[in-house]
């Protein structure tokens, strides 16, 4: 579709995981948030700081620098609920559903914040920040999608309904989809996978 989610989570199977396994580095900018992401010179590289610290060649770990590997959406709403915030993004920088889909629909077309911005004050600033890695951004599958604020909307809808149920197993119960997304009305539950 118009967002292209299924170029990195497919559905492809009855227990379909919604991820290709591959890396991508998304442009996400350094977390101000995070103290380790703070120091002047820190930037985490990924995949390819990986393979460089194993003794790979330069050439190798220079086009995975900046990559991580895309998550699953399964349970992707969901979190105790308990206070805690949930995070996006390799680094935490993004607080929210809704401001990981935004970045993914307008990385490429909003300005450049002119600082560190959290994802609240980029958000009310309408920019990005500059990306922590600048190498091998995929610019093929995000960045300026072209959605409006209602199918991103619509993309958050449908992120939260992708729910196998959340055991915590403290307080020994069961979040379900609905219990997080409230007015929901229709819930998808795919099936647990155990290893």
Not at 62 to 73: H, R, S
Not at 108 to 118: A, E, F, I, R, S
Not at 147 to 161: D, G, H, Q, Y
């Amino acid at each position: 579709g118009k967002a292209k989610c299924q170029s990195c989570h497919p559905v492809n199977g009855q227990e379909a995981l919604l991820t290709d396994f591959t890396y991508d580095n998304l442009g996400i900018p350094q977390n101000p948030e995070n103290p380790a992401g703070m120091a002047p010179d820190f930037v985490d590289p990924g995949l390819g700081g990986f393979l460089k610290n194993i003794g790979y060649a330069e050439d190798v770990y220079q086009a995975e620098w900046g990559k991580f590997k895309v998550p699953t959406l399964r349970n992707v709403g969901l979190s105790p609920d308990d206070g805690t915030i949930k995070a996006y993004g390799h680094n935490g920088y993004f607080k929210s559903l809704e401001g990981i889909v935004h970045f993914y629909n307008t990385r490429d077309v909003l300005p450049v914040c002119p600082g560190p911005y959290t994802e609240a004050a980029a958000l009310a600033a309408a920019c990005w920040p500059a990306p922590e890695v600048a190498a091998n951004i995929n610019t093929d599958e995000l960045g300026d999608l072209g959605l409006t604020s209602e199918e991103e909307a619509a993309i958050v809808a449908f992120l939260k309904t992708l729910s196998d149920g959340f055991f915590d197993p403290v307080a020994q119960t069961t979040l379900s989809a609905a219990s997080i997304s409230a007015g929901s009305q229709q819930q998808i539950y795919l099936p647990m996978i155990q290893k």
